[in-house]
C-alpha cells in the first residue's frame, strides 16, 4: 500500500508516496521552500501543492516541527506564532480535501527508524535525535514512542540546546564537521545523563555526513546514523496516515 507522507521542515516542505510494505519512496519526492514567514495560510498551500504533485490519494500524513495533541498544535519554536492552537488537520484536510494525520517531525521520523531502519527490533531505551534547523527528539520504550518530547529545549549554555548545537547553528557560526561534533558531544552527554538510553539514533539531514562528525563522539551509549537519512519523517508521516 502506498501512502503520501509530508515532512514540513524550518527549510523545505517534503513529500512522497511511501510503499509501507518496504519503507521506501514510491516516488521521487518534491521539496518545495518553506515559506518566509512560514504562517498558516502560507504553510498550508504550500502543503497543498506539494500534495497536488503526486497521484491522488486517500489519505496523507503530516509532520510538523512542534508538539502536536490530537491534531492541533501546541508549540512552534521555528515556525511562524500564528500555528500556536491551530487545529493544523482540520486545516490541512479541508484545504487538501481528504484525511489528515498530524503528528510532531521528529516523533515520525523516530517511528520509521524503528519499523525500518536503525531501531528495527530493539528493546529498551531509544532516543532519536534530529539535527537540522533545530533539534528534534523522539524517546522510545521496548519500540513504543513517548509522544511529543522537546529535548531540543534542554538548556545548555544559558540557551536552548538547539541554539548551540543544531545544524542551523553549525551553518551560521561556520563551524567545521569536528569543531560542531564538540558541541554535539556536550549536547549528547547531557542527554544521555538524564536518560541513560541504549542507543541513540542521529538523524535529519546531517545523517548523510555521519562520517564527518560521529567519529569524534565518544559517549557511553551507542550512537549511529538514521538508516532512512532525510526521508524518515516522509515515511513516518504517511504510516501514521494509516494509523487513525
Known amino acids: 500500500m502506498s501512502v503520501l507522507g509530508i515532512d514540513i ?6 513529500g512522497a508516496p511511501v510503499d509501507l510494505a518496504t519503507g521506501e519512496l514510491a516516488q521521487p519526492r518534491q521539496r518545495i521552500e518553506t515559506p518566509a514567514p512560514a504562517d498558516v495560510t502560507s504553510v498550508v498551500e504550500t502543503v497543498a501543492e506539494v500534495v ?4 491522488a490519494t486517500d489519505r496523507v500524513g503530516i509532520t510538523f516541527p512542534g508538539v502536536v495533541v490530537d ?3 501546541r508549540t512552534a519554536a521555528n515556525m511562524d506564532d500564528s500555528w500556536l492552537d491551530a487545529p493544523a488537520a482540520e486545516l490541512f484536510a479541508a484545504r487538501i480535501g481528504m484525511p489528515v494525520t498530524v503528528l510532531n517531525d521528529a516523533d515520525a521520523a523516530g517511528v520509521a527508524e524503528m519499523t525500518y531502519g536503525a531501531g528495527r527490533g530493539r528493546r529498551g531505551v531509544t532516543l532519536m535525535l534530529t539535527f537540522g534547523t533545530g533539534i528534534g527528539s523522539a524517546l522510545f520504550l521496548d519500540g513504543a514512542l513517548v509522544p511529543n518530547t522537546e ?5 545548555l549554555r544559558g540557551g536552548d540546546a538547539e541554539e548551540y548545537a543544531s545544524d542551523r547553528a553549525r551553518q551560521l557560526d561556520g563551524l567545521d564537521w569536528p569543531t560542531w561534533a564538540g558541541r554535539v558531544q556536550e549536547y549528547l552527554e547531557m542527554v544521555e545523563m538524564l536518560l541513560r538510553p541504549d542507543l541513540m539514533i542521529i538523524g535529519g539531514g546531517v545523517s548523510k555526513k555521519a562520517a564527518e562528525f560521529l567519529p569524534f563522539i565518544d559517549i557511553r551509549t551507542p550512537v549511529v546514523p ?3 537519512r532525510n526521508t524518515a519523517g516522509i515515511v513516518g508521516a504517511a504510516q501514521a496516515a494509516t494509523l487513525r
Open 226 to 228: 538514521a538508516e532512512l
Open 151 to 155: 529535548f531540543g529545549h534542554l538548556e
Open 9 to 14: 521542515g524550518g527549510s523545505g516542505i517534503k
Open 52 to 55: 497536488t504533485r503526486f497521484d
Open 71 to 73: 491534531g492541533v498544535v
